[in-house]
C-alpha cells in the first residue's frame, strides 16, 4: 500500500511539471512578447531537471556504514561515517540523508538530531559523518539509510531506504564497587573475608616450583626424593560461600536504575574472583548458573543490555518454583518494590539460607512509604538485611551492610 501511494505522488509531481511546462509555454505563444517568452525560457531548465529526476535509478546509490564506537555505555555517545557511492554522476541537489530504526527509544533521538541534508552535485563519492548522544540502553538495530532527494522548488521529491543493517549494543552503566562477602562459611567454621575462596588442604590437585614462604607440611617430599628438588603441593580452592543473585523485572520509573545497579554487582564479583549465580525474573526466566569468568560476564551484560520491564504478574507467584531450586546459603534479592510475600516466599522456598540481603532501588532523596517501612520491619524481623539504594550510594552496596 505504501509503495503504491509513493508510486502516485511521484506520478502526481510528474503530472505537476508538465503542467507548469505546458502552461508557460502556451503562455508565451498566445502573449507572445519578450516577458512571456523569458518566463518560458526560465522555467525551462527547471522543468527538464524535474523530470530528468524523476527518472533517475536510487538503485545505483550504494551506502556503507563505519562505526566508530566500539563499545557504548548508556549515556553516552554514537558516531558512524556514512559513505555514499554512485556510478552515474547525475546531478543532485538536495539530498537528505537519516538512519533508519525499529528501536522506539533510539527513533526518537534520531528524529530529533540526526537528519542532514547534503548538495552531492556531480560527485560520485561523498561521505556523512554523524553522532548521536545520550545513546539508551538496549539492542538497536540499524535498518538502512533513507535518503531523499529533491529538485530546486521541491516539484519533484524521491525517497528510498538503502539496506543497511547492523547491531548497536549499549550496555548499561557499571560503577565500581568493593566486593566483600555477605557471610562466609568453611566447613563448620564461619567468618566474616574480605575473600570468598579458601584452601581445601585434604585433597592435592598438583604440584608447583617451591617458593618462599610456603608451609613445610605442602612440600612434595616423593617429588624431593626422585628429583632432588623443592616442590609444593598445589590444593584446590573451595568456595566459602554460594551466592544467589535473584532480581525481578517489575515496571517501575527506577528500572533502568536497578539494571545498572545489577550489572555493577556482577561486574564486581567476578572482578575479586569470585563467582554467582543469577536469576533474571519477567515474562521469561534467565537464568546464568554460574558467573565468574569475563566470558560469563558478557553474557549476563548482553542480558542486561537487552532486559525490558515486563514482569507483569507478582514477583512471588512467578518465583516459587525458581526459589525452591535455589541451594545457595546467601541470597542477594534486587527489587524495585519488596512486598511481605515475596519476603515470606523466600523464607518458606529458599532451603539452607543463612543470609539474604534485600536491595530495593530508589531515587534519590525519595521519603520511604508508611507501606514500605513497614514491609521492611517485617523483613528484618525475619532476619533479612534490608537495604534502600540509588546510584549515590552503590559503591556502599557490601561495605555498609546493616539492618536499619
Not at 592435592?204 to 628429583?227: E, L, M, N
Not at 584446590?236 to 533502568?256: A, C, G, I, N, Y
Not at 531450586?325 to 524495585?336: E, G, I, N, P
Amino acid at each position: 500500500m505504501s509503495q503504491a501511494k509513493h508510486f502516485l505522488d511521484l506520478w502526481g509531481r510528474l503530472v505537476f511539471v508538465l503542467v507548469i511546462l505546458i502552461l508557460t509555454f502556451s503562455f508565451a505563444m498566445f502573449q507572445g512578447g519578450f516577458v512571456s517568452w523569458f518566463i518560458f525560457y526560465m522555467a525551462l531548465p527547471f522543468a527538464l531537471y524535474s523530470l530528468l529526476l524523476t527518472f533517475y535509478p536510487l538503485q545505483d546509490i550504494q551506502v556503507t556504514r563505519k562505526i566508530h564506537t566500539a563499545q557504548i555505555r548508556k549515556g553516552g555517545n554514537f558516531s558512524a561515517t556514512i559513505d555514499i557511492r554512485r556510478s552515474f554522476p547525475f546531478p543532485l541537489l538536495y539530498t537528505v540523508l537519516s538512519e533508519k530504526t525499529q528501536s522506539t527509544a533510539l527513533k526518537k533521538r534520531i528524529e530529533v538530531e540526526r537528519k542532514d541534508m547534503l548538495v552531492p552535485g556531480f560527485r560520485k563519492s561523498y561521505s556523512w559523518t554523524y553522532e548521536i548522544e545520550n545513546m539508551p540502553r538496549g539492542e538497536h538495530v540499524l535498518e538502512g539509510i533513507q535518503i531523499e532527494i529533491g529538485d530546486f522548488f521541491g516539484w519533484v521529491k524521491k525517497s528510498k531506504l538503502l539496506p543497511l543493517r547492523q547491531v548497536v549494543l549499549v550496555y548499561p552503566n557499571a560503577v565500581e564497587i568493593a566486593y566483600r562477602p555477605m557471610e562466609s562459611r568453611y566447613d563448620q567454621g564461619a567468618m566474616a573475608a574480605p575473600f570468598t575462596l579458601v584452601k581445601d588442604t585434604t585433597t592435592a590437585a598438583g604440584i608447583r616450583d617451591y617458593s618462599p614462604g610456603d608451609r613445610v607440611s605442602w612440600i612434595h617430599w616423593k617429588s624431593f626424593a626422585r628429583t632432588q628438588t623443592m616442590r609444593t603441593k598445589e590444593f584446590e580452592d573451595r568456595q566459602s560461600q554460594d551466592l544467589f543473585l535473584l532480581d525481578d523485572r517489575l515496571p517501575s520509573d527506577r528500572f533502568e536504575t536497578q539494571v545498572e545497579l545489577v550489572a555493577s554487582i556482577l561486574q564486581s564479583i567476578v572482578r575479586s574472583h569470585s563467582n554467582v549465580a543469577y536469576l533474571s525474573i519477567g515474562k521469561t526466566h534467565d537464568y546464568f548458573p554460574v558467573i565468574q569468568t569475563e566470558e560469563h560476564l558478557q553474557r549476563a551484560m548482553y542480558h542486561l543490555t537487552k532486559v525490558q520491564a515486563d514482569l507483569e504478574k507478582p514477583v512471588e507467584e512467578v518465583a516459587a518454583q525458581d526459589l525452591l531450586q535455589v541451594k545457595a546459603s546467601s541470597l542477594l534479592y534486587v527489587t524495585s518494590r519488596l512486598t511481605m510475600d515475596m519476603v515470606s516466599s523466600i523464607q518458606r522456598n529458599v532451603k539452607h539460607l543463612n543470609t539474604c540481603m534485600c536491595l530495593v532501588v530508589a531515587d534519590k532523596g525519595e521519603k520511604i512509604s508508611a507501606e514500605d517501612e513497614v514491609t521492611h520491619q517485617f523483613a528484618r524481623s525475619k532476619g533479612f538485611i534490608v537495604k534502600r539504594i540509588g546510584p549515590e550510594n552503590f559503591s556502599s552496596v557490601f561495605t555498609e551492610v546493616s539492618r536499619k
